[in-house]
C-alpha cells in the first residue's frame, strides 16, 4: 500500500515540538507517548529489516511500526486479527445496531474524569440492554452485546459515544429456548433511553459521594454536593439520545461494520487533505446538515488540529472494546454452544489467518514464508535486522561490480 500524501504523523513532526514545549506541564504522560509513537511508526527511530526476493532478487526496507492504538497506521491489522477473534461468535440471527450517546454537559465533564466516566457509560449501556430485554413484557431472554467505545466526533471534538451490536435474541431466562425478538424491531428506544438515563445519572452521583471525580476550570465549583445535585436536576428531564438501526443483512455485514469501526483513530490519515501556511485541511462528515451536503472540509491551525488528536487519548489500560451478556468473557463458550444447540446450527469454521497462509504447508509450501515481493509476486526472506537509531547495510557488491 501506497504512503498518504499526508500523514498526522508529519504534522506531529512538523508542528509537534514546539507544541509540546507551548503546552508543558499540561500534558498527560499518556499524550506524550501517543505523540512520540506516531511521530516514530515505521522510521528507522524504531528499527526494521530488509526483505529480498528470493527469485528477482528485489530488495526493499521494512521499518517497525509503533503498534500504539491510538496510530493511525498500526489500526489494519489490529482489527483484522480481532475480527478474526469474533467470527466463530456469530450467530444465524438478525443483528441490531445500538449507540447510547452522553449529553454535551456531562462530556464537558468527561475530559477530567475519562476513565470513571467512560466505565460508566459502559456499563449504564449494557445494563440498560440486559435489563429491559430480560423483562418479559419486552424479550424475556439474556442476550448479549459487544460495546465499542467512540469519543470523538467526525471533526475530532470530544463526543463520547457507545455502539453495540447486539443478536436479535436471546437464551430464554431458563435457558431451555432461543426467544426471537419481533422482525425488524429488537427493544423500544424511548424505554432505552429512560433508563440508561436514570441508570447513568445514579452511578455518576455514587461517584461524586466517593470522591473519584474530579473538576477544574469552570466545573470546579461542581466539586460541592449541593451544586452537583443542582446541575444534574436539568439533565434528568431532557431526552437522552440512544439510537436503533434495523438488522444487518447477516453476520457478514456484521463483521463489516465492526471493520470500520472497533479499531478507528480520531482522524484517519485518508481524511487528511493539506497541511500549508492556513493550517490543516481534512475531510469531516456534518451530520446535522441534509444527507448530500454532508460531506465538507474543515481547516485548523496545527495546534489546534493536535489539540482535538489528543482530546481522544484513552487511560492507560482502558478497554474500549467490551463484551456483556452471553458473551461475556467468563462464559461466552458455554452461551454460544448452548445458543447454537437450540438454533440448530453449527460453530462457524476457524478463520484462516492469511499472514500465517501464505504458502500452502499442506502441499510442501513453507510456512515462514509471510512476505510477496511486489515485482513478481515471489516469496521475499529477510536478510538484514537493524535497531533502532540505526541504518540499514547497503546490500554487498558483487565481484566485477564497480
Known sequence: MSRPDLEVADIFRAHGPAWRHAQAGHLSLGQLKVMSAIERCRSAALGGHVLQCQACAHTQVAYNSCRNRHCPKCQASAARRWLEARQTDLLPVDYYHLVFTLPAPISDIAWYNKSVVYSLLFKAAAE??????????????RVGATLVLHTRGSAMTHHPHV????????????????????????????????????????????????????????????????????????????????????????????????????????????????????????????????????????????????????????????????????????????????????????KPDEPIDAEMNSADTKDGGDASVTYVCPDCGAPMLVIDIFLGGQLPRAPPVRVGES
Open 128 to 141: 440498560t440492554v440486559c435489563t429491559i430485554a430480560g423483562d418479559p413484557r419486552h424479550l424475556g431472554a
Open 163 to 346: 455502539h453495540g451490536i447486539v443478536p436479535g435474541g436471546g437464551l430464554s431466562l431458563e435457558g431451555e429456548r432461543w426467544v426471537t425478538c419481533r422482525p425488524g424491531f429488537f427493544l423500544p428506544v424511548r424505554v432505552l433511553s429512560r433508563l440508561f438515563r436514570r441508570l447513568f445519572l445514579e452511578q455518576l452521583s455514587d461517584a461524586h459521594r466517593a470522591g473519584t471525580l474530579q473538576f477544574f476550570g469552570e466545573h470546579q465549583s461542581l466539586a460541592e454536593a449541593k451544586t452537583f445535585a443542582d446541575w444534574l436536576k436539568p439533565l434528568r428531564q431532557i431526552g437522552w439520545v440512544v439510537y436503533a438501526k434495523r438488522p444487518f443483512a447477516g453476520p457478514d455485514a456484521v463483521l463489516a461494520y465492526l471493520s470500520r469501526y472497533t479499531h478507528r483513530v480520531a482522524i484517519a490519515n485518508s481524511r487528511l487533505i493539506a497541511l500549508n501556511e492556513q493550517g490543516v485541511t481534512f475531510k469531516w462528515k456534518d451530520y446535522r446538515a441534509k444527507e448530500r451536503d454532508r460531506h465538507k472540509t474543515m481547516t485548523l491551525a496545527p495546534d489546534e488540529f493536535i489539540r482535538r488528536f489528543l482530546l481522544h487519548v484513552l487511560p492507560s489500560g482502558f478497554d474500549r472494546i467490551r463484551h456483556y451478556g452471553l458473551i461475556a468473557n467468563t462464559t461466552r463458550r458455554d452461551n454460544l454452544v448452548r445458543a447454537r444447540e437450540l438454533l440448530m446450527c453449527k
